[in-house]
């Protein structure tokens, strides 16, 4: 497991607060989309099929999403990633999910509900001539009217964790760094620190770069091509696992929260193989570095955003997977000294009878789990030719099960030891990896061809993950020839290859 540890001031200028939330109503024709940005008061969510919404959100309601324009049907939102301009713009920057190539950009101005839902107001710049060049990040931030500053890889040299795009021009600048770890090749590196990387700005000229999976986070500026980082916010050491600890984030142009996410869903502490990890604590600090508050919530979840007018913190679940529906809590921050005198002891009391609540509302689904026999799931090849999980049972050999999607980071990273594994053990058994990605993007096969069974269920393999409990990917199964699970590992490690090894290498 990695050590996160906090490089800043461990100043607290303002206090420690417990803060008791308001559950948010969310319309019934939301409770299948996962919230994942905030602009004034517009809610934007992802539905089980890809694509995107958006709904007027206030401390007691969201209210009913609509789904987000299409550009007169002329491009497909399938991976979009969120820049909030310097002005009050909601820039969304798109690519068809082919190779994650950036396709086109749209900038809303003053962008509240109503103007993301007005086609009118859209300024739209065409970017299909930047085909050298990948968009890798989670989330981008403006530096002027026609530049972002994102994390873009390119084709023909990798070798840059940040890039200006000026989407007026259709060109891109690399900017001159490159992450100093002497313990990784350039490839590795790309994987660490640059792809799901997300940057968000203070309107002013800092910028905060955050890799939730590596649990990195710095503010940084730029000086024409160059990159000077000025303060570490969190820090980890390197292993070859994945940390079980991450960070979620929000910002304006005051302060910055950083949710501390270290939690299964019981509220323990947890390891690499809970899957989904929550939290209740948020760091506040200024764009000095300097840490100002630490919030204690009164609910553990995923995600963090912030009002337009900076005065309501939300906390969400960020994942369909089936433990916790769509559930968000606001908590009023205008004034955290009102809040001064609310018990702690109080607030510990609340945070664990809603973990308790959860628990027993959510946590008695039928998952399976290591000594379960398997479920079986009709999927279809590329061809649309369908299959079951079960065509291989009785006949002598061990099945790997694997959970991918094309945009994970780790599963990228998993892939090249996937096939080496594939190749030196592959007569012990048959391999199937099952896409969680929509049909259409899938069937592109943007990473190539594979030499095992690679199966979609032409719905993102939703009812599969849940019931299979893969919270996340990747995620593997081993399973004998009678159908039963002898092995499940949840995350990229290299060690779980040579314990998939020792496993279908013995006598069934």
């Not at 607030?347 to 998952?367: L, M, Q, S, V």
């Amino acid at each position: 497991m990695s050590v996160l540890f906090c490089a800043c001031s461990e100043q607290n200028a303002g206090g420690e607060f417990f803060l008791r939330g308001q559950e948010v109503k969310i319309a019934s024709a939301n409770e299948n989309l996962w919230p994942v940005f905030m602009s004034g008061d517009a809610m934007i969510a992802t539905a089980a099929d890809g694509g995107k919404c958006v709904g007027k959100i206030t401390k007691n309601e969201w209210q009913k999403a609509e789904d987000l324009p299409n550009n007169d049907g002329q491009e497909d939102w399938g991976f979009v990633h969120f820049a909030q301009g310097n002005n009050g713009e909601l820039i969304l920057l798109n690519n068809p999910m082919s190779g994650m190539v950036i396709n086109s950009l749209v900038k809303i101005p003053n962008a509240d509900n109503a103007a993301i839902l007005d086609q009118k107001k859209w300024e739209r710049y065409d970017l299909k001539q930047l085909q050298g060049v990948r968009d890798v990040a989670r989330g981008s931030a403006a530096i002027s009217d026609t530049t972002i500053l994102t994390a873009i890889s390119y084709a023909d040299d990798i070798k840059h964790l940040f890039s200006v795009l000026d989407f007026k021009n259709q060109k891109t600048i690399p900017l001159d760094y490159w992450p100093d770890d002497e313990a990784l090749n350039d490839t590795a590196r790309w994987y660490n620190y640059v792809a799901g990387c997300t940057i968000l700005g203070n309107e002013e000229g800092k910028f905060l770069y955050l890799n939730p999976y590596a649990n990195l986070a710095y503010i940084f500026s730029v000086d024409g091509t160059k990159v000077n980082k000025l303060c570490d916010l969190y820090s980890y050491i390197l292993t070859e696992t994945p940390p079980a600890e991450r960070l979620a984030c929000c910002t304006n142009s005051d302060r910055i929260y950083m949710l501390l996410r270290d939690s299964n869903i019981k509220g323990e502490k947890c390891n690499e193989n809970d899957g989904y990890v929550y939290g209740n604590t948020v760091e506040v600090f200024d764009w000095e570095g300097v840490k100002q508050q630490v919030i204690h919530l009164d609910n553990y979840y995923q995600q963090i955003m912030l009002s337009g007018d900076g005065n309501t913190l939300y906390l969400l679940t960020g994942h369909s997977d089936d433990i916790i529906k769509p559930a968000i809590y606001s908590y009023d921050i205008s004034n955290l000294e009102d809040n001064s005198m609310i018990d702690s002891i109080e607030i510990k009391k609340i945070c664990k009878a809603n973990i308790e609540k959860t628990i027993e509302k959510y946590g008695k689904k039928d998952f399976l789990k290591e000594g379960d026999m398997m479920v079986d799931f009709e999927l279809y090849d590329y061809n649309d030719k369908p299959h079951h999980l079960n065509d291989f049972l009785g006949k002598g050999k061990y099945t790997i099960l694997v959970f991918n999607d094309l945009y994970c980071g780790w599963c990228q990273k998993a892939k090249p030891y996937l096939e080496k594994f594939y190749k030196q053990n592959k007569g012990n058994f048959e391999m199937i990896t099952v896409s969680t990605d929509k049909l259409s993007e899938w069937k592109k096969k943007p990473f190539g061809e594979v030499s095992w069974h690679e199966w979609n269920d032409h719905n993102c393999a939703i009812d599969i993950q849940k019931k299979y409990d893969a919270q996340g990917t990747p995620t593997f199964f081993v399973i004998n020839s009678e159908g039963k699970i002898v092995k499940k590992h949840v995350g990229f490690a290299e060690q779980v290859f040579d314990e998939m090894k020792d496993i279908v290498s013995r006598k069934k």
